[in-house]
Nanobody, 127 residues
Framework: QARLVESGGDSVQAGGSLRLSCDDSGSTYSRYSWAWFRQAPGKEREGVAAITTTHGRTYYADSVQGRFTVSQNNAKNTLYLQMHSLAPEDTAMYYC????????????????????WGQGTQVTVSL
């Protein structure tokens, strides 16, 4: 079982930065990869960034490429999302998710790939 706990969400002004964290230390499963998703009011959940546990291979949505960086500390079972140049369209609830299996590179930012989810942390960006 997994217990993913996100933190770091906040309200910031456009152009600002935030770092989100996801703690997976309470989990008892073998994780292949994990990822950040976000969901804004009235919109579908979208994959933002993902990283494989063993090799640290990363995947990004086009909308955040160059602004967001996903990383992990495997010793601490922690996932991070460093976000720069935040814009109002980045406003959303951000969720951490973990996958036990590999479903293909094209599935790394697809929500159905992931087996476990956190409760989310809110990011609000204002002008």
């Amino acid at each position: 079982q997994a217990r993913l706990v996100e933190s770091g969400g906040d309200s910031v002004q456009a152009g600002g930065s935030l770092r989100l964290s996801c703690d997976d230390s309470g989990s008892t499963y073998s994780r292949y990869s994990w990822a950040w998703f976000r969901q804004a009011p009235g919109k579908e959940r979208e994959g933002v960034a993902a990283i494989t546990t063993t090799h640290g291979r990363t995947y990004y949505a086009d909308s955040v490429q160059g602004r967001f960086t996903v990383s992990q500390n495997n010793a601490k079972n922690t996932l991070y999302l460093q976000m720069h140049s935040l814009a109002p369209e980045d406003t959303a609830m951000y969720y951490c998710a973990a996958a036990a299996n590999y479903e293909g590179a094209r599935a790394m930012l697809v929500s159905s790939t992931y087996d476990y989810w956190g409760q989310g942390t809110q990011v609000t960006v204002s002008l």
